[in-house]
């Protein structure tokens, strides 16, 4: 079993930085994609960016130029750092891993983790 733990979330004023981290824990041999999602009040839960291996998709135009993805293979991590937050970025942020191939070599369908509230105060 593979689970996704998310944190860094919290209150933050416009304009200002967090970092987003998501661990991955469980009887994991590799993990090739890792996405960040979020879900605002009222609004569908969107895909905001992607790590394949190191090539990193960029899904939410309205980040751009602001969010980074990241991760450290070795600490089954990705990361989201995020700058210049807008109140608009208020939202729940998802980790999200389409595949895992666990030690025993099979791959096990998507994990979602628990989610981290981001506030962005104006």
């Known amino acids: 079993q593979v689970q996704l733990v998310e944190s860094g979330g919290g209150l933050v004023q416009a304009g200002g930085s967090l970092r987003l981290s998501c661990v991955a824990s469980?009887?994991?041999?590799?993990?090739?994609?890792m996405s960040w999602y979020r879900q605002a009040p009222g609004k569908e839960r969107e895909l905001v960016e992607h790590?394949?291996?190191?090539?990193?998709?960029n899904y939410a135009d309205s980040v751009k130029g602001r969010f980074t993805i990241s991760r450290d293979n070795g600490k089954n991590t990705v990361y989201l750092q995020m700058n210049s937050l807008k109140p608009e970025d208020t939202a729940v942020y998802y980790c999200?891993?389409?595949?895992?191939?666990?030690?025993?070599?099979?791959?096990?369908?998507?994990?979602w983790g628990r989610g981290t509230l981001v506030t962005v105060s104006s």
């Open positions: 469980g009887s994991i041999f590799s993990i090739n994609a």
């Open positions: 790590i394949t291996g190191s090539l990193i998709t």
């Open positions: 999200y891993v389409p595949e895992v191939v666990n030690t025993a070599r099979s791959t096990l369908p998507g994990v």
